[in-house]
């Protein structure tokens, strides 16, 4: 096995067998990506050496005892945090290195620092598959005066049914009513659930709606539930249900041209609107 690196900022990144070659972009479905990524396995013995690492490396981490009992400028603002127990209790049992990587990232971003982070390294071939995967949905979410409108993602829509696409065009610039049977503003705060790295609600809510149509699985290892069946109601009456695809792209090159948002005033309407790249 090879080994892990502790990187500047207490960037925490490791290396594991995934099978990878240079491949121009590819389109997955979820069921087809997950059962690829879910075929490389974690041996126990792996696994319990990837924990003592990260445990010897997090015992110095200066925050770890103010995260088990942190003060709160009002009620549950911060985590409640012991890292080192929730990292000894993780399974090690020999399974899918993916829901490894998962249940440790889950913990390291419950701390909500944006200078901890774990990663997979990108430096080793075989990791490529999994850095350079993203998560890519056709719609962006916009806040407009107090609603929440959509907007189609240009770059994304040959990717996607082109019925799908019909409905999209067909509720550009309508209010939403609900996303998952929850408030919108609600859902767009919520969505990244156990990897939010910021406390505000609002400050999470601008990040998200600039990326929830491009999210990096190195960054958001979801699983297959939380990006299937997204559905959306309107106030038209119009409801479009959509699942998240996975795009591979195991060039730097090509994959940050992906994400330009094109100004086109005949799509989009006037506001600030941050023009969003995954960070690899």
């Known amino acids: 096995m090879r080994l892990y690196s502790f990187l500047f900022f207490l960037l925490i990144s490791f290396s594991y067998g995934i099978e990878s070659n240079d491949t121009p972009p590819v389109v997955y479905e979820l069921t087809k990506f997950f059962e690829i990524i879910k075929k490389t396995e974690i041996s126990a013995e792996d696994s319990k050496n990837l924990i003592d690492k990260l445990v010897q490396i997090l015992e110095r981490y200066v925050y770890l005892d103010i995260l088990k009992n942190p003060p709160q400028p009002s009620e549950n603002y911060h985590n409640i945090v012991d890292m080192i127990k929730e990292l000894n209790d993780v399974n090690k049992d020999k399974r899918s290195l993916y829901d490894f990587y998962r249940d440790v990232k889950i913990i390291i971003d419950k701390c909500q620092d944006v200078h901890l982070d774990l990663s997979i390294n990108k430096e080793f071939e075989s990791n490529i598959f999994l850095k350079y995967s993203i998560f890519i949905f056709p719609i962006i979410f916009i806040m407009q005066n107090d609603l929440v409108l ?74 297959i539930d939380s990006l299937s069946n997204i559905k959306i109601v309107y106030s038209s009456g119009t409801t479009i249900n959509v699942n998240y695809k996975v795009l591979y792209v195991n060039n730097q090159k090509i994959l940050s041209n992906y994400f330009e948002i094109p100004d086109n005033n005949n799509i989009y309407p006037s506001f600030q609107f941050l023009k969003p790249k995954i960070n690899l």
């Open 150 to 223: 959509s907007f189609p993602i240009p770059n994304f829509e040959s990717y996607f049914d082109e019925n799908l696409i019909d409905q999209i065009h067909s509720v550009i610039g309508k209010p939403i009513i609900s996303i998952n049977n929850l408030n919108p503003i609600e859902y767009i705060q919520k969505i990244n659930g156990n990897f939010r790295k910021l406390k505000s609600p609002q400050a999470q809510f601008v990040i998200n709606q600039n990326i929830l149509f491009q999210l990096s699985v190195n960054s958001y290892p979801f699983d």
